[in-house]
């Protein structure tokens, strides 16, 4: 493995809400989190919706603070207070750029493409002339494929396309140079016959400029298409992780493999219907509540191979070779081989089926 660029070791978020009586509670969207990410890779980072992905890319991308852990940017604790707090956020912010979900509320909508673009260059490269600044707003919609320049330049973000928006997005995270991007599901609000576009301007950004990319998103379809490294999180906690062949071929947490089940895949004999199967499995436990989450392993109560201990422990990291590991209780019983047998509907079904009897 080479250097990381941009490394996040135990970190958790906690966020305090009160409700209507006044009673504060907590909510732990983020526990135990690590990830590295390296020049010229992509790391997808893939969960249900609530299971701590953006609230991960912001900690990241030094939105929010961590309640604890540390990030590290070429190996450097990241920190800053007093009056070198905004100085070292700026530098920070120069290298690690955040591409948000919604191109259109990232973008001033009162400003047109050539404000939006200059603003970034202005604010990390001073003293560019009118013309240096001209240049290079036109090469960076050149970069991103919005061709002539002339056409998109002055137009408001209303009047483009959501992709051309998207694309203005990326546009504005290249002006300031990062080495990495942070991408918060880049492509669910665009069009499918577009999103492969979008995947490709992706790959491209990382094998040309090198930079480290983190692709967060709940589609494993697409990050088996343009990753090279797979996360997987549930309810605040990463479960499994390593190259997307192995992950996505052998899942070997039982999530996963939900996961990878209930995403669309043409060599599958049967087309998955993600309803049902989630529906099954929310048959055995309804997904976890962050503020009261369950004990031991916190997929326990949709799990169909759930144990005793899977109650009551967390489960230890099992390390599977070649960059992979899982944090499940069949490795440590020696049942891991049941994960590739029948599907987890049949599981969940079977389970289900015991139960009532």
Partial sequence: MTAPVLEAIDVAKHFAVANSLGDSSV?????GASIRLEPGRITAVV?????????????????????????RLDG????GDGIRKRAVQKAYRKDVQLIFQDPFGSLNPLHRVRHNLERAVRLHHHG????????????????????????YVDKFPHELSGGQRQRVVIARALAVEPRVLLGDEPI????????????????????????????????????????????????????????????????????TKLLVESSP???????????????????????????????????????????????TTPPPRAQLGDGRWADCWLHEEGRADELSGSTMTELITRKLTEERR
């Fill in 128 to 151: 560019r002339s009118k013309a240096a600044l001209e240049e290079r707003v036109t090469s960076l919609l050149e970069r991103v494929s919005l061709t002539p320049a002339s056409d």
């Fill in 188 to 255: 669910s609000m665009l069009d499918v016959s577009i999103r492969l576009e979008m995947l490709n301007l992706l790959d491209t950004l990382r094998r040309e400029d090198g930079l480290a990319l983190l692709y967060i998103t709940h589609d494993i379809a697409s990050a088996r298409y343009l990753c090279d490294d797979i996360v997987v999180m549930y309810a605040g906690q990463m479960v499994e992780a390593g190259p997307k062949d192995a992950v996505i071929s052998s899942p070997q947490h039982p999530y």
């Fill in 265 to 311: 895949d043409p060599h599958r004999d049967v087309a998955a219907d993600r309803d049902e199967i989630f529906g099954a499995a929310d048959e055995l436990g309804e997904p976890p509540s962050l503020i009261d989450p369950p004990s031991g392993c916190r997929f326990h109560p949709r799990c169909p191979f759930a144990m005793e201990k899977c109650t």
């Fill in 76 to 79: 450097v604790p990241v920190a």
């Fill in 47 to 71: 969960g249900e919706s609530g299971s701590g992905k953006t609230t991960l890319a912001r900690i990241l991308a030094r939105f929010y603070e961590p309640t604890s852990g540390v990030i």
């Fill in 27 to 31: 909510v732990r969207a983020v526990e």
